[in-house]
């Protein structure tokens, strides 16, 4: 659900009028941080195994909530590899053997480049918005900031894998942050916990810069993503999220 996360522009809302928003336009705000109508950022992809490493630079193109483009640049044995999002479709490029995989729904809780977070992770933004209903569980002040403890439950019929997930999410000086998610399953286990920190400004945004995903099954492991580059308000020509730029050589 969560890059969900990854892709979106700060959105500043007066305190006032944060304290008194429902729990869903708390989410939904969280949500837009690293997206926005559009933009454009680079970021480093760290999986951390307790059998090997591996590190990804990926860069992602974003256009409102239904149109999005990553493209790996590094390393070199990956470089060029891509998934495409267009309304509810979804595609994977593999240079390598030059061909375009669609893939299917019943894929979309699969690992995205083998690290802790899933092809609905990376492209279904506003899942966490327009498939959940949300309720504040809890609100305490912590100094200067708001922090909100959410609880999300799916709709009847809603294509997610999650029973529940907890948000924390904060406001400070006008700003709504996300800052951890808990992901639940179906038997109410706790599967994942992602955590936002490292809040600075990049590209005229404060914004969370790193985000890690750390699985509760799997000891040891965890991914991290870096903000390297994030800008917004970016353009973008009529045809650029298309099949064809998802399989245009790098340059």
């Not at 509760?216 to 973008?236: A, E």
């Amino acid at each position: 659900m969560t890059l969900v996360y990854l892709f979106f522009p700060c959105l500043v809302v007066g305190t006032g009028l944060a304290r008194a928003m429902s729990a869903t336009e708390l989410v939904d705000k969280s949500n837009e941080l690293l997206r926005g109508q559009s933009s454009h950022a680079r970021v480093t992809m760290k999986i951390d195994t307790p059998r090997w490493e591996r590190t990804l630079e990926v860069e992602v193109w974003n256009q409102g909530r239904q149109r999005a483009l990553m493209r790996i640049q590094a390393p070199a044995k990956e470089r060029g590899n891509g998934t495409l999002r267009i309304d509810k479709e979804i595609w994977n490029w593999l240079p390598a053997v030059e061909r375009v995989i669609k893939i299917p729904p019943s894929m979309m809780q699969a690992s995205w480049m083998g690290s802790d977070f899933t092809f609905d992770d990376m492209v279904k933004a506003d899942s966490v918005v327009k498939d959940y209903t949300h309720s504040i569980l809890e609100e305490k002040k912590e100094g200067n900031r708001t922090v909100y403890k959410i609880e999300a439950i799916p709709r009847p019929d809603a294509p997610v894998v999650w029973g529940k997930v907890l948000l924390t999410i904060s406001e400070e000086e006008g700003r709504v942050l996300p800052v951890q998610e808990e992901d639940y399953s179906e038997r109410g286990e706790h599967m994942r916990t992602i955590r936002f920190s490292a809040v600075k400004e990049l590209g005229g945004r404060v914004i969370p810069t790193k985000l890690e995903c750390i699985p509760h099954k799997k000891p040891g492991q965890k991914t991290t993503l870096l903000y390297r580059q994030f800008d917004v308000d970016v353009s973008f020509g009529a045809d650029f999220f298309g099949l064809s730029t998802l399989q245009k050589p790098l340059q």
